[in-house]
């Protein structure tokens, strides 16, 4: 048995699926078949089972998570303590984040787990916009970025969804007609003037938002980019005509408190976005690390 066979069978059973975890690993599906079928026949039990809606673990295969996982935060843990005592030690994880809203405690989570398998790990922080982020992901400035994202897969790189953060509904002045409805149709706002982060800001991203309103009906008349340094504040909506999308979780502060600005709920469907980490693949060994975290913290969507 070797540390392949439990990076292979733990990837199929936090995926709960063989081509996903092959897609995770950056190998073959039936290679990787193969060295989970070895990996049982040397233990003398089965610890997964097969079915058509994916993979589930046994009993035994339950058990040996556990300590496979053990078993490759150790191995991690022996690397670095080596390479320390050798005077060379771990390059630090450098990780940029945008502009993350009421997100910001799940990546604190999140960093906080990655620290607790790696206590003698170093993390750089960078704050940037996700334009920024990916630009320095393709110089490699950076080796993984939380970006938000609005199509899956993210064309040129891998990624990681952590949660889903679609647009739900609007944020309007509290005195604007509207405000006096339970719901709006999106189609009603197409006079008003629509407040969002700079194209620029969220390259690709914008576009996709265009075109997801632009099929739930609204081609918005006037549009105002957020100044960068206050990118996450309404002022221009409590003063006057505008609006901006939001998810539930930005509503969350409108819904019990108002102030000049309401939240309301659009009949259409929800625009799906998400935040993510990205990063260029193959991911290195502390990018890997940080994947396991999220899922261990339950940041994890399917991929």
Known sequence: MELRHLRYFVAVAEESSFSRAATRLHVAQPALSKQIRDLEIELGTVLLERGPRGVRLTVAG???LVEARRTLDAASGAVASAREAAGGGDPPLRFAHGQVAAYGTR???LLAGFRAVNPKGRLEIAGMHDGETF?????HRVDVGAVFIAEWPVQGFAAHRLLATPATGVLLPSAHPLAAQSFVHLGELHAMTWLHTAPHRWPGFFAELERALLERGLVPERQLARA???ASMNLEIAAGDAWSLVSE???EPYRKSPNGVVYRPFREPPIPF???LVWLPPPSVTVEQLVHAARRAGL???E
């Open 62 to 64: 339950r058990v040996f």
């Open 107 to 109: 990546l604190e989570q």
């Open 135 to 139: 630009h320095a992901l393709r110089d």
């Open 228 to 230: 960068r340094d206050t």
């Open 249 to 251: 979780a930005v509503a």
């Open 274 to 276: 998400w935040l993510a």
């Open 300 to 302: 994890a969507l399917p």
